[in-house]
């Protein structure tokens, strides 16, 4: 199948730092897919380069098959959303909307029939007659959304339109989106620096680092299974401890750990998320530690432990978890959730 | 393409102070020779004489106590402007815009008997008081604009801190909203420093400023008394402008533009 | 103390107290500058004796061919001007706005200009507009005139194209300046958004850079005409005694040594201030109207 949209070697130097750096992606038509990455990455130059406002440096942009690279930004077949919600302050709601479609000289009567479905899709039936000043943050962006919507795009990009919008409002707009997405089946990049986020709305993660590729995958395998430290890193794993990594396994603080450390030899990194660990201990991998404090968390105690050798283990487990600080416990390790990395390739 | 077009507006914009420039020094320039035929010191004699001294300093002593005087009543104004919200704020507003709408001529002719009357016409404070009916609604509207977007809260923190009122104004209020104010100070000089009409009017051709000599030179068809005049008159304040703008940055641009004179 | 604390904790005395002196301006000077002008312009004498309420100023200057022909002239002066003055600022703005390190320059050289008097203003157009001026000499130069004779009047003319091109100069700096100040990062946002939902260049001056520029713009316009339907030195210096514009015609009455020509003076003043307001209104209600077909 053709992909909906593929960048290839795209580049972008601001000075001497390389905002986006030879990348490289490929997005299936249907797709819905997150650009993840800290602020700073290059993932908004990246968003912007696909939409035409910032031109590359090197590199093409292809969309359904045909070159865009040098197609100027109002006639490639994609709608970009911004972090704001940048709706035009002297048009109503309606003609926000039907702005796309007056552009490409639709006659009034189609843009009035696609303007009320769009409202409805959004849920803004009864609104098309106000001005943006009158609507509230959240209202402000289903404008923005049905405003590129509305124009059938080949690609949806979305370049964080929810941070400025709080926690249940940015729950409730990624439910609209992934409805929206599945109904129309447009292909999405949602780009966004928050992996709950990402975690929740997308069907494939693309993890960027200073303006590369650091990992790509589903949502699960992402979590449990990242494939380099970095990625474990950003996605939040907490826990890294050192030992030495061999064929059968992973040694910490004098005790063989029997997971699979691949072919990483020597000195290596144990990752493991705080709450896979379990206490008591199911898995045949376990470790002893000291417990040195416990802290109530609402949904869980968030508890830290010494090793022998004297590194710490964070642990979130169940509330009502036998623990005394300074008593010693035996946690289990789950082989399949511990990923381990040669040392320095952070 | 862009640059050429720049350029030539550039050049449109400066081409007629050009001639004042080239006439200033002019002994004499006979038509149709493109430059002047012969130079003279004349221009600067008659810009460094007593006569132009005293003008300058009249000028320099009304726009100054103008600036003051707007600042000092359009400061409270601006606040009530900027920071209330009450029924009649819509008639303050429009009396304030009504004085930049209606030609002062139209204004100053029917009070000039009774400035007569009050002793205040042919004084320079006669001419201060009339040129505040131009420049306070400025400045009030100025300083309206700053405190709307000035957070009140900051006052209430020195208050309870232990500042007084008085204290809180002068040592929270006035400095923040200090280039507001440099704004205002030098847009009501700029106004005063250009005014001709109304001084005329009061000052009864006995206050003698810059502008009201500037018009005898132009009216004795002498052109280089004229042009030096005109260089005395405009490059003060076309300095301040572009001293100040530098100080105050992008902001001060779009009040400096409210400059009418 | 209990008065001072009464006027402090009633915010209607409070903002009494804060408004007294910017109203007391306006009060005596304004609104009583205008009172005095209409009741002298209706027989009220206030410093000679003999004061009856009459129209005779009115009707003596309706007849007045001074008067006549002034209204025209100032309603074309003004309109003109401002109309020249915005489609040439916002022009200039549009090209100033992309220049980069040249933005800062020119937005420099626009403000550099307001701050010119228009004083000195109207004495470079007569030296560079009249018969013997730069112009004149420059088209001998390239022999498009033999002499300053042929070179046609632009001051001193019946038109008042000496006038127009004196506030033109001066005024279409302060209109890019205000367009320039509304050309903001926010402005370029949004035309990117316009872009990515199919906007040509055209489109996108036509249906969001000009509508974004409309409010800012059409304030300052208001401002232009204003001034420029009620300056009297540029008139003055840059036009004919006769016609002349109202701001003219009302400071020649009123410096007529016989003293009865003052009533006309005064009704002239009137005339011109209930001018002014009423272009004023008229093109405030326009921009409003203009506003709601829109939408």
């Not at chain 1, 939409?51 to 359904?64: E, F, K, R």
């Not at chain 2, 100053?108 to 016409?121: A, D």
């Not at chain 2, 810059?210 to 009216?219: K, Q, S, T």
């Not at chain 3, 540029?234 to 020509?261: C, H, I, K, N």
Request: charged fraction near 15%.
């Amino acid at each position: 199948m053709r992909p909906a949209l593929q960048v290839s070697g795209l580049t972008k130097r601001f000075g001497q730092t390389h905002a986006v750096d030879a990348l490289d992606l490929t997005f299936a038509p249907g797709s819905f897919t997150s650009l993840l990455g800290p602020s700073g990455c290059g993932k908004s130059t990246t968003l912007q380069m696909i939409a035409g406002l910032i031109p590359p440096d090197l590199g093409t942009v292809t969309v359904d098959g045909s070159d865009m690279t040098h197609v100027s930004p109002e006639r490639r077949p994609i709608s970009l959303v911004f972090q704001k919600p940048l709706l035009f302050p002297h048009l109503t709601v309606e003609q926000n909307i039907g702005f796309g479609l007056r552009m490409q000289h639709v006659p009034r009567a189609v843009i009035a029939d696609s303007v009320a479905e769009m409202l409805e899709q959004v849920r803004l039936t009864g609104l098309g007659g106000r001005r943006p000043h009158e609507l509230s943050g959240g209202q402000e962006q289903r404008v923005a959304l049905a405003r590129a919507l509305v124009l059938r795009p080949a690609v949806l990009l979305l370049d964080e339109p929810f941070s400025q919008l709080d926690a249940t409002l940015r729950i409730e707009m990624r439910r609209l989106v992934r409805e929206l997405h599945d109904s129309t089946g447009v292909s999405t990049v949602f780009v966004t620096h928050d992996q709950d986020e990402a975690v929740d709305i997308a069907d494939e993660i693309v993890l960027m680092l200073d303006g590369r590729v650091e990992a790509q995958g589903s949502p699960e395998r992402l979590f449990e299974a990242p494939p380099t430290l970095a990625t474990a890193r950003f996605l939040g794993v907490a826990n890294e401890l050192f030992g030495h990594a061999h064929a059968g396994g992973f040694r910490l603080a004098g005790t063989d750990l029997a997971t699979d450390s691949g072919a990483v030899r020597g000195e290596a990194v144990l990752t493991i998320r705080p709450e896979a660990v379990e206490l008591p201990a199911r898995s045949a991998t376990r470790h002893a530690l000291i417990v040195e404090s416990v802290r109530f968390a609402g949904t869980f105690l968030a508890a830290t432990g010494r090793t022998v050798d004297g590194q710490l283990m964070t642990l979130h487990l169940p509330v009502g978890a036998p623990l005394v600080v300074g008593e010693a416990i035996e946690v289990g390790l789950p082989a399949d959730r511990c990923s381990v990395f040669a040392r320095g390739t952070a | 393409m862009r640059r050429f077009v720049a350029i030539t507006i550039a050049a449109i914009v400066i081409a007629p102070l050009v001639g004042l420039i080239l006439w200033s020094g002019a002994r004499s320039w006979p038509y149709p020779d493109l430059l002047p035929a012969e130079g003279t010191t004349r221009g600067l004699d008659l810009v460094t004489s007593s006569g132009s001294w005293e003008a300058l300093v009249t000028s320099v002593v009304i726009a100054t106590s103008v600036a003051i005087l707007s600042s000092i009543i359009g400061l409270p104004a601006g606040r009530v402007i900027g920071l209330h919200r009450f029924r009649g704020r819509r008639l303050v507003q429009l009396c304030l815009i009504a004085p930049v709408i209606v030609p002062g001529i139209a204004v100053t002719l029917g009070l000039q008997v009774f400035f007569i009357r009050w002793g205040l016409s042919e004084s320079i404070l006669g001419v201060v008081l009339v040129q505040l009916v131009l420049t306070v609604p400025y400045a009030a509207t100025i300083l309206g604009a700053a405190f709307e977007g000035f957070d009140v809260d900051l006052e209430r923190q020195a208050r309870v801190l232990g500042a007084g009122a008085w204290r809180a104004t002068t040592l929270v209020t006035v400095p923040v909203l200090a280039p507001a104010l440099a704004a205002s100070a030098l847009l009501t000089f700029l106004i005063s420093w250009s005014e001709y009409i109304l001084t005329l009017l009061i000052g009864g051709g006995q206050v003698q400023t810059l502008p009201l000599m500037l018009f005898a030179a132009i009216g004795s068809s002498d052109s280089t008394a004229a042009a030096a005049l005109g260089l005395l008159v405009v490059a003060p304040p076309v300095l301040l402008v572009v001293l100040i703008s530098r100080l105050l940055r992008g902001r001060a641009g779009l009040l400096i533009g409210m400059v009418r004179s | 103390m209990t008065f001072v604390h009464a006027v402090t904790s009633s915010p209607v005395m409070r903002r009494a107290v804060l408004l007294a002196p910017a109203m007391l301006v306006i009060g005596v000077f304004f609104i009583g500058g205008l009172a005095q002008a209409l009741a002298q312009s209706l027989g009220q004498q206030p410093l000679l004796g003999d004061s009856r309420w009459s129209f005779d100023a009115y009707r003596s200057a309706a007849t007045d061919p001074a008067v006549r022909s002034s209204i025209g002239l100032t309603l074309r002066i003004g309109i003109l001007s401002t109309l020249l003055a915005t489609v040439l600022g916002v022009g200039c703005a549009l090209v100033v706005r992309r220049l980069g390190s040249g933005r800062v320059w020119m937005t420099r050289l626009f403000q550099g200009t307001l701050a010119v008097p228009h004083l000195v203003g109207a004495l470079c157009i007569s030296l560079l507009l009249s018969p013997t001026g730069q112009v004149s000499r420059v088209a001998h130069a390239i022999g498009l005139v033999d002499g300053s004779q042929q070179f046609p009047a632009l001051v001193q003319d019946g038109f008042g194209w000496g006038i127009i091109a004196e506030y033109v100069w001066k005024e279409t700096p302060f209109m890019a300046v205000i367009a320039l100040a509304a050309m903001t990062a926010d402005l370029n946002r949004l035309e990117d958004v316009s872009r990515t939902l199919g906007a040509a260049r055209w489109q996108r001056l036509r249906h969001v850079t000009l509508p974004m520029l409309d409010a800012p713009v059409g304030a300052a316009a208001i401002l232009v005409l204003a001034f420029t339907m009620g300056s009297y030195e540029v008139p003055v210096l840059l036009g004919r005694p006769f016609p002349a514009p109202l701001s003219v015609v009302t400071y020649q009455s009123f410096s007529d040594t016989d003293l009865t020509s003052r009533p006309q003076a005064m009704a002239v003043a009137v005339l011109l201030a209930t001018l002014t307001t009423i272009i004023a209104g008229l093109y405030l209600m326009l921009v409003q109207l203009s506003r709601r077909r829109r939408t």
